[in-house]
C-alpha cells in the first residue's frame, strides 16, 4: 500500500462484500444517508478527507489490522453509523458499517 498525493481525489473502493451488505441491510433513510455521504466523498481530495469534521477519519488502534494493511481507519457514514476503511493508493477500500462509533472499535 501506497499512500499518494493528499491532493489527489479520494476514489472509493466499494467492493468488499461486507461492506455491500452492511449498506443494503440499512433502512432506507440511512442507507440514502450513507449514498449521500459515499457521493460528498467521492468528491472530495484526501486533504479534506483528513481533516473533515463530519468524517471524522481516524485510526483504530485497538486491534492489528489484517496483513499487508497499514492501518485500519473509522469514519462517520451517516450520523449515527460508522465505517471501517483503509487507504490504499488513491483508494477509500471500505470494510464495514457499524451502528455505532464503539462497535467500530470493537467495544461495547
Do not use: C
Request: charged share 25%; net charge positive; hydrophobic share 40%.
Amino acid at each position: 500500500m501506497v499512500a499518494s498525493d493528499p491532493d489527489a481525489p479520494a476514489r472509493l473502493d466499494l467492493n468488499n462484500p461486507v461492506f455491500q451488505e452492511n449498506l443494503l441491510a440499512l433502512q432506507k433513510p440511512d442507507r440514502h444517508a450513507a449514498l449521500d455521504m459515499l457521493g460528498r466523498l467521492r468528491q472530495m481530495t484526501w486533504n479534506p478527507v483528513y481533516r473533515d469534521n463530519g468524517l471524522k477519519w481516524e485510526k483504530i488502534v485497538s486491534f492489528k489490522p489484517p496483513a499487508g494493511i497499514d492501518a485500519v481507519y473509522s469514519l462517520r457514514i451517516t450520523q449515527p453509523r460508522w465505517a471501517t476503511a483503509y487507504r490504499d493508493g488513491d483508494f477509500i477500500r471500505l470494510l464495514t458499517i457499524a451502528s455505532g462509533h464503539d462497535s467500530t472499535y470493537g467495544k461495547k
